[in-house]
């Protein structure tokens, strides 16, 4: 009851009309806590957020900033302002309190654990800080439930790896909408990266968390929708109708919480309203699917397997196998790659680690059911927040950066194969040796888990390694595998099961696309008969020819030439050289370099070439191009038979040739190609030496252009570090100059509405500003700001006052006078220090206050004074002015020669303690009395003794003097003495 009501208290007017709050579970360590992320342009973001928060929602908020370390940051201040929450810059082991914010200090990490902040130096160089994406993970590893990760505005992708974690811990993320933000890139990769639950402007994510919270997850519901089976099978009926993917066999409780969660964003209560909305937007359908696949990795994920498998389990397979073998991996759910380049990057450690004693290379084999996934695993580009998953040394080794990504080198990715593959129902990659799983078996259900256990072995080789994730099942440790490290859930395939299990996987529901054909028109080139009439003369009475480079390369044929070139096996290669029949291509190089020196013909003569069987004996002509322009230094290379008679009779000459003729022909023969064989061998030698020095040079600007490349990555990674710093702080100390403006419009507002002149100076009594009413006494402008004030014209009859005002500036002690204008006007003038903040004297301020009016009333005061006085001296009678409590006010001359006592003596003592004997006190104080009560002045009698103790009979009329709201204050009092007047009488 008591949460009830306060859940039911009054937040803010706006959200009570939208939102109902969570009740601030001061006793629960499981409140929500808020992890908020931003860079540059941020703190508006920020401001935006908080004004929008009510102060009650039980949430901790923590703010994560980039911040400059060498700077002081001004956050919490800021948004202290915009919020009625406590707002903290946090302490090492500070705990959080629902009801808070926290904003990181400069300089620091932090990371939580069990509701404790803890804060660490930074180990990163400056521009590869990644603290959000820190928290975010530490926050996921603490805690199970009731978190939330915010991304807004700011430069980079900080923050995205770590709203993975927050997802895979059943946590919530919401992402400030790009448009609304001065920078979208950390918006941006955050809504590439995971399935955001909000996206919006910062003033509306407020209203929409505190929505979002208070449709939690209760186990009620989701017993009354395990009771409601029906809605549950229609909703995988409808995925599997538009993906193509069943997940009828997935564990019911994460199906439960994934809907769970999109009923929350979407304000629904019941299943059967959620089935009915998915009917109606197919979009939502595709959402929940990706929801459902949960695709959480990283880099080397779990470190101390990775370590496991470098160190010994690599090390093992590669030595049990022969030289030259190619072991054979598959990961299954791969997402997108990293575990796979994990397993490649670790395989080449140890082949390095080995070095040339063994040649082992690997294929991996990655898939999972999400195409998306797998388009950015082939791609092989990852966000610069992957440093804190990768060391540098791998980081240089394996990536290469792009921008503001890291590719992967080919070297990697050509170790992989990526495909889309829904391991339930498709066919499995066999013979494989290391098989990875650590993102599947724990949403499934255990039937479909022990199915794929039993795929898993199947695949697998005989003493395969089999890796499954930390929270996996055990039931690996069966009589199909064998422990390796139970901890880290790696095994061992060992054995043969009894007997073949054969599983019937569901089939695919996927409809099948067909692709149409392109329909291919073709253009009708119209007849030419003087081309017709040229092509035929040259195919049936011109020698066949090629037209080629100086490299060799057939730019233009004439003629039939299959009889003396073919094409090269394996990959199309117009060359002549490549292609040259057999016989012909052992003369060619030789008459192709003659023919290149000079523009001479150079002619091979009864050259034999084979083909199909059969020797032909053929002319060969070669000649270098000189004109037309066009062709210029391309060579002409024609074919021509030799007719059977020539062949005949050469054949008769050669019988006919004595036995020596053969011997020196045979030798001149030698000669020929001996020489042709040392020019061939010393233009290869320098081909040789050029090509050398050609790589040593581009091998040197290569290393160069690496070193420069790698300078300016870091510098442009300092730099944009740098520019998120320099802009929070701008930020920062633009919303405080804003602040100093608005206080220092208030100050002058306020100086000039209570119209006192004022004057400010420095050190060197130079004039640094004014108030408006002061250039009623100076002569003064706004050109005037630096120049002495004594220069200035002023109305005052004050010579002292350059003087009084050095004195202050060396005393410290301030100056007060009353000083009149030649005009008549008075000004009480006031020269004080001018102090600053830290205490320090930094000029003079002079303050005139106007007080003509009250100096004037002053005087004419004094005049009626000195005029009464004056009279009451001249009155023949006594005359007393006494206070409403008997105390002597005025006493005249007369009252002195009558009571026999000096006017000084009795001012401001009590009248009847001097004059009245203490018989007569009682009556007179009576006669006052009736005196105070009446309304008119009143006249009585009494007996006074003087000075001499000689007793006086007095006659008293007493006067009232009335204030202005007709009380009595004074009583002026004549006496007349009666003393010898009754004497006479009697």
């Known amino acids: 009851m008591e949460l009830e009501k306060t859940k039911n208290q009054k937040i803010k007017t706006e959200m009570s009309k939208t939102a109902k709050i969570i009740p601030a579970p001061i006793r629960n360590e499981k409140f929500p806590v808020v992890g908020i992320g931003a860079s540059a342009g941020g703190l508006e973001a920020l401001e935006q957020f908080f004004n929008n928060m009510p102060s009650n929602t039980g949430m901790a908020f923590v703010v994560i900033q980039h911040l400059d370390p060498n700077y002081k940051g001004m956050l919490c201040e800021l948004l202290q302002r915009t919020t009625e929450m406590k707002v903290h810059t946090v302490t090492d082991r500070m705990q959080l309190k629902p009801n808070c914010a926290y904003v990181i200090p400069s300089n620091k990490s932090m990371s939580i654990l069990k509701n404790t902040l803890h804060l660490f130096e930074p180990v990163e160089t400056r521009g590869l800080r990644l603290p959000i994406d820190l928290f975010f993970r530490s926050l996921a590893a603490d805690r199970n439930d009731n978190l939330i990760g915010i991304i807004l505005s700011g430069m980079g992708s900080d923050g995205s790896l770590g709203l993975k974690s927050i997802k895979e811990s059943n946590g919530m993320v919401l992402v400030q909408d790009p448009a609304s933000s001065k920078y979208d890139s950390m918006p941006r990769a955050a809504i590439e990266s995971v399935v955001v639950d909000i996206i919006a402007p910062p003033n509306e994510l407020p209203s929409k968390l505190i929505k979002l919270l208070d449709h939690p997850l209760h186990e009620a519901s989701i017993k009354e929708s395990e009771n409601d089976s029906s809605s549950l099978e229609k909703i995988v009926i409808l995925l599997r109708t538009q993906t193509g993917h069943d997940f009828s066999l997935y564990k019911k409780n994460t199906l439960y919480r994934r809907i769970e969660r999109r009923m929350g964003i979407h304000q629904l209560s019941k299943i059967p309203a959620y089935v009915r909305y998915l009917q109606e937007n197919s979009s939502e359908i595709d959402i929940l699917f990706k929801e459902l696949l949960i695709g959480v990795t990283s880099f080397f994920r779990d470190t101390e397997v990775w370590d496991h498998l470098k160190e010994k389990v690599l090390p093992s397979l590669v030595h049990n196998y022969k030289h030259s073998y190619t072991l054979r991996a598959w990961i299954p759910a791969c997402s997108t790659g990293e575990e796979a380049y994990s397993l490649a990057m670790i395989f080449k450690e140890v082949i390095q680690k080995l070095k040339s004693e063994i040649n082992i290379t690997l294929q991996i084999f990655a898939t999972d059911l999400d195409a998306n996934a797998i388009e950015i695993a082939r791609k092989g580009v990852y966000p610069a927040n992957i440093l804190a998953d990768i060391s540098q040394e791998r980081l240089n080794r394996f990536f290469t950066k792009n921008d503001e990504h890291y590719r992967v080198v080919n070297e990697i990715r050509e170790m992989i194969v990526f495909a889309p593959q829904n391991v339930i129902k498709d066919p499995p990659f066999t013979k494989v040796d290391i098989l990875i799983c650590r993102n599947l078996l724990i949403y499934l259900e255990p039937e479909l888990q022990n199915k794929l256990l039993s795929l898993f072995f199947y695949s697998l080789n005989n003493k395969g390694i089999l890796i499954l994730g930390n929270a996996e099942t055990n039931g690996a440790q069966s009589k199909l595998f064998s422990s390796v490290d139970s901890k880290l859930r790696i095994y061992a395939k060992t054995g043969f099961p009894k007997q073949e299990d054969f599983f019937d996987f569901p089939s695919s529901f996927s409809a099948s696309q067909t692709q149409s054909g392109k329909n291919l028109t073709y253009s009708k080139i119209p007849d030419n008969i003087q081309s017709l009439t040229d092509q035929l003369l040259l195919q049936q009475f011109s020698p066949s020819s090629v037209l080629v480079t100086d490299l060799g390369d057939i730019l233009y044929i004439t003629g039939s030439t299959g009889k003396y070139l073919e094409p090269a096996v394996g990959k199309a290669n117009m060359n002549l050289f490549a292609m040259a029949r057999e016989g012909l291509r052992n003369e060619l190089p030789t008459a192709f370099r003659k023919a290149k020196e000079n523009f001479e013909k150079v002619v091979l003569s009864n050259i034999l070439i084979h083909n199909n069987g059969h020797d032909y004996a053929i002319d060969v002509t070669l000649q270098q ?362």
């Open 625 to 986: 191009i000189d004109k037309p322009i066009a062709l210029h230094g391309k060579i002409l290379v024609l074919f021509n038979d030799v007719s059977k008679a020539r062949v005949k009779l050469s054949k008769e000459k050669v019988k006919k040739l004595s036995h020596n003729e053969n011997e020196k022909e045979l030798e001149n023969e030698l000669s020929r190609l001996k020489e042709e064989l040392q020019s061939t061998r010393e233009e290869m030698q320098t081909s040789q030496e050029e090509l050398k020095s050609t790589n040593e040079e581009l091998q040197s600007t290569n290393e160069e252009l690496q070193s420069t490349n790698e300078e300016l990555t870091t510098s442009k990674e300092e730099m944009q570090s740098l520019n998120e710093e320099l802009h929070s702080v701008n930020a920062e100390l633009q919303s405080k100059v804003d602040d100093y403006a608005r206080v220092n419009n208030d100050m002058n507002n306020l100086l000039n509405s209570i119209e006192i002149a004022t004057l400010f100076l420095d050190k060197e009594l130079r004039i640094r500003q004014f108030t408006v009413p002061s250039t009623k006494i100076f002569k003064i402008r706004s050109s005037d700001i630096g120049r002495l004030f004594t220069d200035q014209v002023n109305e005052l009859d004050y010579p002292d006052l350059l003087n009084d005002s050095k004195e202050v500036l060396r005393t410290l002690i301030f100056v007060e006078k009353d000083i009149v204008t030649f005009d008549k006007r008075w000004f009480k003038i006031r020269i004080m220090p001018y102090r600053t903040f830290q205490d320090k004297i930094d000029g003079l301020v002079i303050t005139f206050i106007d007080i003509t009016n009250s100096k004037l009333l002053e005087i004419a005061l004094n005049k009626s004074q000195l005029m009464l006085r004056g009279f009451i001296q001249t009155v023949p009678s006594a005359i007393l002015c006494l206070s409403s409590d008997g105390n002597v006010l005025e006493f005249n001359p007369n009252a002195e020669k009558l009571l026999g006592k000096s006017r000084d003596n009795v001012i401001g003592k009590n009248f009847t303690k001097l004059f009245l004997p203490e018989k007569s006190i009682i009556s007179l104080n009576k006669e006052f009395e009736k005196i105070m009560n009446e309304n008119s002045n009143s006249n009585f009698d009494s007996i006074l003794k003087n000075e001499s103790g000689k007793k006086i009979h007095i006659e008293w009329s007493v006067h009232k003097i009335l204030d202005e709201e007709g009380k009595e204050i004074d009583y002026i009092v004549f006496g007349a003495d009666k003393s010898n007047l009754g004497s006479k009488t009697k």
